[in-house]
């Protein structure tokens, strides 16, 4: 688990790709500091495990499933990347509860500079927009954001300067891919309904009750 607060920028070293897999060798620090074999890192949201530590590197080996649900195997040497380790219990939780599971790819295809704030709209996938509402928390390679505005097909988001300067999307362009999460609590919920309406019960919880309490 994750909160969506980028430590740091990581460069990737190299890409050894396989039939169906990838392994990443991504040079880091400060996600070096206690991290040990089996840890988990978010790699631009995606969770993966730490399978070498060496001297100011660390490696990953993504599986075909995560390659064909994001963009990781997109990336090619020389890239930065986003870099989280996983939350502890005793941390500051700054943005939001992001598993690291992506639900789908997302293309960036308006920058707009709005006084020192950068108005990002993405065009994405039926099953990331299903989460999305206003002021709502949303995942974009693995950086917490809130939802600004939204219409059937996309989304906008707004950066401030130190999220530009300290992560990947400072550098993207129109055009650009990036991984999306939706908010875990709002999948939860929608299960909630769906289970409730298969069981023939009557749900006290629906559209006017979240709306009513400040959910929409």
């Given at each position: 688990?994750?909160?969506?607060?980028?430590?740091?920028?990581?460069?990737?070293?190299?890409?050894?790709?396989?039939?169906?897999?990838?392994?990443?060798?991504?040079?880091?620090?400060?996600?070096?500091e206690?991290?040990?074999?089996?840890?988990?890192?978010?790699?631009?949201?995606?969770?993966?495990?730490?399978?070498?530590?060496g001297?100011?590197?660390?490696?990953?080996?993504?599986?075909?499933?995560?390659?064909?649900?994001?963009?990781?195997?997109?990336?090619?040497?020389?890239?930065?990347?986003?870099?989280?380790?996983?939350?502890?219990?005793?941390?500051?939780?700054?943005?939001?509860?992001?598993?690291?599971?992506?639900?789908?790819?997302?293309?960036?295809?308006?920058?707009?500079?709005?006084?020192?704030?950068?108005?990002?709209?993405?065009?994405?996938p039926?099953?990331?927009?299903?989460?999305?509402?206003?002021?709502?928390?949303?995942?974009?390679?693995?950086?917490?954001l809130?939802?600004?505005?939204?219409?059937?097909?996309?989304?906008?988001?707004?950066?401030?300067?130190?999220?530009?300067?300290l992560?990947?999307?400072?550098?993207?362009?129109?055009?650009d891919?990036?991984?999306?999460?939706?908010?875990?609590?709002?999948k939860y919920?929608?299960?909630?309904?769906?289970?409730?309406?298969?069981?023939?019960?009557?749900?006290?919880?629906?559209?006017?009750?979240?709306?009513?309490?400040?959910?929409?």
């Amino acid at each position: 688990m994750f909160t969506g607060i980028v430590e740091e920028l990581g460069l990737l070293r190299a890409v050894r790709s396989g039939a169906d897999s990838a392994r990443l060798i991504i040079e880091a620090k400060k996600v070096l500091e206690d991290i040990r074999l089996g840890d988990s890192i978010a790699v631009n949201g995606v969770c993966l495990t730490a399978v070498s530590v060496g001297d100011g590197v660390w490696a990953a080996d993504v599986m075909a499933e995560t390659l064909k649900k994001s963009n990781l195997g997109a990336l090619k040497a020389g890239d930065r990347v986003n870099l989280e380790r996983a939350l502890r219990l005793s941390d500051r939780l700054g943005g939001h509860m992001v598993s690291g599971h992506i639900d789908g790819v997302g293309t960036i295809t308006r920058l707009e500079k709005r006084d020192i704030a950068t108005l990002v709209t993405i065009r994405a996938p039926a099953e990331v927009m299903r989460y999305i509402i206003r002021k709502g928390s949303v995942a974009i390679d693995g950086i917490s954001l809130t939802v600004v505005d939204f219409n059937p097909e996309s989304f906008q988001v707004s950066l401030i300067p130190h999220t530009a300067r300290l992560t990947t999307l400072g550098f993207k362009r129109e055009g650009d891919t990036v991984n999306l999460e939706g908010d875990l609590i709002g999948k939860y919920v929608e299960k909630l309904l769906y289970l409730r309406g298969e069981s023939g019960q009557e749900s006290k919880i629906n559209m006017s009750f979240l709306a009513e309490h400040g959910f929409l």
